[in-house]
């Protein structure tokens, strides 16, 4: 009745079906669906137990049926099971209320007191202030790695280590990690490898096929897609499933039915939105190579982002979001640049189909590796505007920032 239900050994998706046609087919069984398209949205806290008995059977097996709103509905289940479907070597997924409660509560479950966690130094930052309450209530200490160690993470790992995370591209500033060498390694001390997979998504990237044993998703990006629900899912090998089921259920993670309903309308479409940003963004991507304001362009599927070749080894796609490192100037220059920009507006998250630029600023965060450009950085998300009127607002943007920086000089 539940996604758990599967058989594990049946074919995934993947073999049978291509990335389209499981995002539309995904999680749509009919007793779920009960007759119309897509899963009703079954708002619910209480369920109903018919007899004591039934009540009894709940009791003992608690995912055999509907149980209580906390542990989810079929509205949950559809989309549970359509994004394991996605993820090849995927056992099971749970739902988060955002991507830094997945990825928290993925840390949590595989590390205890005295232990360590390794972070990547470009981690997404609101988990870099995790490691202060990991380190605070829970007494697990942190590491961070430079994100192109590969398999130089042999140096950062001890007996001690549990848990390796790696965001591969990093959200801010790119750096492809080699997942595969560091997964080698830290299963050689028996730790977890979580994958923050949310750029490529399952579609581009299969983190658990390159060594991840677990892969996270803010889904309020590119699954959701509309900038209108914050909600992250984790996918877990059928190793690394009962832990992180467990101290989900136990934290009481849970994401509402309405919000399951729209990650199930976006997730429809995230094969057409994401060919579309991944042409956009590469063609802009170039174009600003070409600019004589811009130092460097830092997308994966460009051979001046650090781990390109790993990019090229292991991933399908690109995505829309990559950075811009300015040559020279200072962040008044920055301001002078965006502040009126047209389409591009300045804003946290990504992911939906519009246009957004950020003052990346890592200088500000790096500890294990100093950070040094040519000039400040810009991230960019490409949305789905025509490019046209996408580099028209950069071209007069870039010539602000000129005109400010040469004065100022
Ligand atoms: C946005 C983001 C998150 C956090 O997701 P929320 O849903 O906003 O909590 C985690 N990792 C990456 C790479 C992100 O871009």
């Known amino acids: 009745m539940t996604p758990s239900d599967q058989d594990p050994k049946a074919p995934r998706g993947r073999n049978a079906l291509g990335d389209n046609t499981r995002l539309v087919t995904g999680g749509r069984r009919p007793e779920w669906t009960q007759g119309v398209v897509n899963p009703p949205v079954f708002r619910a806290s209480t369920c109903l137990f018919e007899t004591y008995a039934d009540f009894d059977a709940g009791i003992a097996d608690p995912d055999s049926r509907l149980f209580y709103g906390r542990r989810g509905t079929p509205t949950h289940w559809s989309l549970r099971e359509a994004l394991t479907g996605l993820e090849p070597n995927g056992h099971d997924s749970w739902l988060f209320p955002s991507g830094v409660s997945a990825i928290t509560t993925a840390l949590m479950a595989y590390c205890k007191p005295g232990q360590r966690m390794l972070l990547p130094d470009n981690v997404y930052e609101p988990i870099r202030s995790y490691a202060q309450t990991a380190q605070e209530h829970f007494g697990v200490e942190t590491a961070f790695y430079p994100p192109g160690v590969g398999a130089g993470i042999a140096d950062y790992l001890d007996d001690r280590t549990a848990v390796v995370l790696v965001e591969t591209p990093g959200s801010l500033t790119f750096e492809v990690a080699d997942v595969p060498a560091i ?53 877990a090998t059928a190793r690394a499933w009962p832990k992180l089921k467990k101290m989900a259920v136990r934290l009481g993670m849970t ?21 579309q940003h991944q042409a956009s963004a590469l063609d802009v991507a170039h174009w600003l190579a070409e600019q004589p304001e811009v130092a460097e362009v830092r997308h994966p599927a460009l051979a001046s982002c650090p781990g390109h070749e790993v990019f090229k080894r292991d991933f399908t796609g690109s995505t829309g979001l990559f950075g811009v490192v300015l040559e020279g100037g ?18 946290f998250s990504w992911g939906g189909y519009e246009s957004l ?16 450009a040519a000039g400040p950085v810009l991230r960019l998300h490409i949305g789905l505007e025509d490019v046209a009127d996408l580099k028209a607002d950069l071209a007069d943007g870039l010539a602000r920032f000129r005109a400010a920086r040469d004065r100022a000089a």
């Open 183 to 235: 997964a080698a390694a830290a299963h050689q001390v028996g730790a977890t490898v979580i994958a923050d997979n949310t750029w490529a998504t399952p579609l581009y990237y299969e983190a658990l096929s390159h060594g991840a044993d677990v892969s996270v998703i803010s889904c309020t990006k590119y699954v959701v897609g509309h900038s209108d629900v914050l909600m992250g899912s984790v996918t």
């Open 255 to 275: 994401a509402s039915a309405d919000d399951c309903a729209l990650a199930l309308r976006g997730l429809r479409t995230l094969g057409v939105r994401l060919a």
């Open 330 to 347: 200072q962040e008044s220059d920055v301001a002078a640049m965006i502040d009126p920009m047209k389409l591009f507006k300045i804003g």
């Open 357 to 372: 630029v950020l003052p990346a600023r890592p200088e500000r965060v790096r500890t294990a590796e100093p950070w040094t």
